[in-house]
């Protein structure tokens, strides 16, 4: 618990500088219309690119981060409903893209691998927002 906590103040501390990435409007699709990726076994054992994984991680999780009122986010969502999940995604992408890159593994070979994988993206994307909250009201 100590260590998850410490991770959140690095990203807290690593995401105040985050600049807003952009999704173009006309090219966005909603999670909920987004086709799942199956994943591969190769010697009976779970095989999964890291872009595969994160596009059905965001499948699940970007609704969940906008319509779960337990999932924290929206008690500190300060946008427009409508734009929430396209907001969700874009710290998403930052966070992968930027602060946890080489901490994911570019396979993924085990369903609790992608858990954690999935709860350091979760971190992430919420200390990602909160901290841009802070910058603008400062």
Not at 71 to 91: N, R
Not at 117 to 137: D, H, I, M, P, Q
Request: hydrophobic fraction near 35%; proline fraction near 6%.
């Amino acid at each position: 618990m100590k260590l998850l906590m410490l991770f959140g103040s690095i990203l807290v501390s690593a995401c105040a500088s985050t600049t807003s990435s952009t999704v173009a409007q006309s090219e966005y699709i909603p999670p909920a219309k987004r086709q799942l990726v199956d994943p591969d076994f190769k010697n009976g054992k779970l095989y999964m690119k890291r872009e595969d994984w994160f596009h059905n991680f965001k499948v699940g999780a970007i609704p969940d981060f906008c319509s779960n009122p337990n999932a924290g986010f929206l008690a500190s969502y300060q946008g427009i409903p409508s734009d929430c999940e396209k907001t969700v995604e874009q710290y998403m992408d930052y966070c992968v893209d930027k602060v946890i890159n080489k901490k994911l593994p570019q396979v993924f070979t085990s369903v609790p691998q992608a858990t954690i994988a999935g709860e350091n993206v979760g971190l992430c994307t919420f200390s990602a927002y909160r901290a841009s909250l802070k910058k603008a009201n400062s």
